[in-house]
């Protein structure tokens, strides 16, 4: 008997959003349930806004965004991407910082030794007083931050309180930490002080910097299909409306049709989860406390964007205009990713502030992202608890329903819980059963 012989006795369940959370939500649930995953988007989401990228008669599919990670930080992401079969490279992101005269303030590269990687300060860079003084201030907040981890109670402060009372050094807070964490988090740099300093810190310490930072060799197209097993996906069908009727939940596309199902994922963004449940007063009220901010990426071949030409370029420079509210990054992809080595320099740029040539423009994506401040927090743990009640039939996951900076880790991990409740074993735990 085939392992889905039985296919017609299980539960139905539907996962609405096909970011990663839902992705890997689906995988994990499609040997207990007969699993619809509903998308509003014409692909699924996670690789929806791809692009190609032709030059020097080769053809590449580009992420948009492109997504990076990490050991020490994301280990359901990887435990998930080892399982499935995803390969995995290391990628250079070491950077140059400029400010709004295009005057380099940073510069530095990565060496590896072994497994761990040191960072060095890169041309002339060697003989600039600011970049020794950012260097020492950094080797300091690290240490301090490390050994802070395990000593005080960090759950009561922001971030930015933290970092006040830690006394971190002023420039490399400025130049460095907050443009840095601004682009990972993409959010204003007031969003990043706002984070609870536990979940800053958890992530600084992960062993990002010594460890160095890996993306999905073959990019997202390869990924998608990979989870797309034995689930049946709607694509173009954005749900507007999730209601209770009898043992089960009625599920309502925009367009009007409704389907039922004994259990329902929703696995889109917390604001756009609230927006599909007009009825269920307590959980979109706790959506409600999670703040998101708006970003845009641009995907360009305009090289203006660089700092004055310096030579042997990092892959990621950082422009950083006095008074901005959040920072300028641009990523040179043919140094950052294996695949495109090969072709002309193309850049993302996340929040581009100075204008991109049009005729040099691949593709613009407006993004919207979490971030957590400790009110969200506890939202997040509310909402948890509601879930966990026996009978329940709706399930939220995504990246804002775990207590972690919203990055893909958070999501898988909050797909992990959400599969637990609902009791399929997740095959990288020790006590699945092996695989027959
Ligand atoms: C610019 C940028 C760069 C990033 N870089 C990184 C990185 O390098 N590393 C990293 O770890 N993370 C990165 N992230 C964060 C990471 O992309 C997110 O954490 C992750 O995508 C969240 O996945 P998710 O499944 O929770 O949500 P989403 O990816 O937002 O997926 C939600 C899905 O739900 C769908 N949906 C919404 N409403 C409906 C509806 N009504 N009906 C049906 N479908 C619906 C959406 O179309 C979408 O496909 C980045 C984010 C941004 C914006």
């Known amino acids: 008997m085939?392992?889905?012989?039985?296919?017609?006795?299980?539960?139905?369940?539907?996962?609405?959003?096909?970011?990663?959370?839902?992705?890997?939500?689906?995988?994990?649930?499609?040997?207990k349930f007969q699993v619809t995953l509903f998308e509003s988007q014409a692909r699924a989401g996670m690789g929806a806004q791809n692009v190609d990228y032709v030059s020097n008669g080769i053809t590449r599919?580009?992420?948009?965004?492109?997504?990076?990670?990490?050991?020490?930080?994301?280990?359901?992401?990887?435990?998930?991407?080892?399982?499935?079969?995803?390969?995995?490279?290391?990628s250079d992101h070491s950077g140059i910082f400029s400010d709004e005269t295009g005057r380099v303030i940073l510069h530095y590269g990565n060496f590896r030794k072994g497994t761990a990687r040191f960072s060095y300060p890169k041309g002339s860079n060697w003989l600039s007083p600011t970049a020794w003084t950012i260097g020492l201030q950094s080797k300091r907040f690290f240490v301090r931050a490390k050994?802070?981890?395990?000593?005080?109670?960090?759950?009561e402060l922001s971030f930015g309180e933290y970092l006040q009372q830690s006394g971190a050094g002023r420039e490399f807070v400025g130049t460095v930490l907050l443009p840095m964490m601004s682009v990972t988090c993409t959010c204003d740099y007031q969003a990043v002080r706002d984070y609870p300093a536990d979940l800053m810190l958890e992530y600084l310490t992960c062993g990002v910097h010594e460890?160095?930072?890996?993306?999905?060799?073959?990019?997202?197209?390869?990924?998608?299909?990979?989870?797309?097993?034995?689930?049946?996906?709607?694509?173009?069908?954005?749900?507007?409306?999730i209601e209770p009727e009898g043992e089960q939940l009625r599920v309502v596309t925009k367009a009007g049709a409704a389907r039922h199902f004994d259990q329902v994922v929703i696995a889109s963004q917390a604001h756009q989860a609230a927006a599909m449940l007009p009825?269920?007063?307590?959980?979109?009220?706790?959506?409600?406390?999670?703040?998101?901010e708006r970003s845009s990426m641009s995907v360009h071949t305009d090289q203006e964007i660089l700092p004055a030409p310096v030579k042997g370029l990092s892959p990621v420079s950082y422009h950083i205009p006095r008074d901005a509210s959040r920072?300028?990054?641009?990523?040179?992809?043919?140094?950052?990713?294996a695949r495109l080595s090969g072709q002309e320099t193309i850049f993302q740029t996340w929040n581009p502030m100075r204008r991109i040539a049009p005729?040099?423009?691949?593709?613009?994506?407006?993004?919207?992202?979490p971030t957590v401040t400790r009110d969200s927090r506890k939202a997040v743990i509310a909402l948890r608890e509601s879930q966990s009640r026996p009978g329940n039939r709706l399930w939220l996951c995504g990246s804002y329903m775990a207590e972690k900076i919203p990055l893909l880790e958070a999501a898988v991990d909050s797909s992990v819980t959400v599969a637990e409740h609902l009791g399929a074993a997740i095959p990288w735990k020790a006590d699945a059963p092996a695989a027959a």
């Open 2 to 31: 085939g392992p889905h012989a039985n296919q017609r006795h299980r539960p139905s369940l539907a996962v609405i959003g096909t970011g990663i959370a839902g992705l890997s939500a689906a995988y994990l649930l499609k040997d």
């Open 61 to 90: 599919r580009i992420d948009i965004p492109l997504r990076i990670f990490c050991h020490g930080y994301y280990d359901n992401l990887l435990a998930l991407y080892k399982h499935i079969g995803v390969e995995i490279l290391t």
């Open 147 to 155: 050994r802070d981890m395990g000593r005080i109670d960090l759950t």
């Open 211 to 241: 460890l160095g930072i890996m993306s999905a060799a073959k990019g997202v197209d390869d990924i998608v299909p990979r989870m797309l097993v034995d689930v049946a996906l709607r694509t173009n069908s954005p749900i507007a409306l």
């Open 279 to 292: 009825g269920f007063d307590d959980r979109r009220a706790l959506l409600g406390r999670i703040p998101f």
């Open 327 to 337: 920072a300028e990054v641009s990523v040179d992809l043919t140094k950052a990713i």
């Open 359 to 369: 005729n040099r423009e691949l593709a613009r994506v407006d993004f919207t992202r």
